[in-house]
């Protein structure tokens, strides 16, 4: 219902709100764009279904509708981004334009850290959509707070930090050694086969003829 931006129940089909501004004071979404019936057609499949919504939910039991709706719709948005680019570089890849493309290029730089992204608005929305409960019906999250002392859990959590920082410092280094050598023409691998990207796609040189 959050996700959703549904404040009021729908007793004839409820919309599916695409984008908009959530007030929860007013309890409605501002600036909707939406299309009638479409989250009936999702959730129950039928257009015209009822569908219950945060009215029938306690007050002290809504999760913060806005950080919900936000967050949800940054991970969808990342993840049809995503779809967009792979589609985009199977259109470039049929133009041969694969490699030399400088805006999917660019594109495909700027979405380096989408996944990253998605999976923090993916983890924000059931985290922050789920309150009261740590498990719905089961746990409250007041009940499944850590017993330790404040002093146990920053000790822990500092040993996280220091490991995953040498952990994680070493992968980085390794990885930006292996990058800051680039890619040779002749390279062959160890086999002796040619280079090859993306497993069937034949490396940049040798697309462009710069082989033999
Ligand atoms: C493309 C459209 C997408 C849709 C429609 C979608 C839908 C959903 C839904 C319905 C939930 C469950 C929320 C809940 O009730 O708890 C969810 C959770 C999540 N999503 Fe997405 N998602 C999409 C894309 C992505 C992408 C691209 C990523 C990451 C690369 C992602 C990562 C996550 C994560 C990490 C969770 C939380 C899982 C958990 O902790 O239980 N999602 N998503």
């Known amino acids: 219902m959050a996700m959703e931006g549904h404040y009021r129940s729908h007793p004839n089909g409820a919309p599916l709100i695409l984008f908009g501004i959530p007030n929860s004071i007013e309890r409605r979404v501002d600036y909707a764009i939406e299309i009638p019936g479409g989250s009936s057609l999702i959730l129950k499949h039928d257009a015209r279904a009822p569908l219950a919504c945060l009215d029938t939910v306690p007050e002290e039991a809504q999760p913060p509708v806005g950080t919900v709706f936000w967050s949800f719709r940054v991970m969808v948005g990342f993840g049809l981004a995503m779809l967009g680019i792979g589609l985009w570089s199977l259109v470039a890849r049929w133009r041969k334009s694969l490699y030399t493309s400088r805006w999917l290029i660019r594109g ?28 719905f019906g089961l746990l409250r999250t007041h009940d499944s707070v850590s017993p330790l002392d404040a002093p146990a859990v920053a000790v822990s959590l500092l040993a996280i ?11 980085i280094w390794y990885l930006l050694r292996l990058m800051s050598k680039p890619p040779e023409v002749h390279e062959r691998a160890l086999d002796g086969t040619v280079t090859r990207a993306a497993g069937i796609t034949p490396a940049a040189a040798i697309v462009s003829g710069a082989t033999k």
């Open 108 to 135: 495909a730089i700027a979405m380096g850290p989408s996944g990253f992204i998605a999976v923090l608005a993916g983890w924000i929305t059931t985290e922050a959509g789920r309150q009261l409960w740590t498990v």
């Open 161 to 171: 930090v220091v490991v995953y920082f040498a952990v994680f410092g070493a992968g």
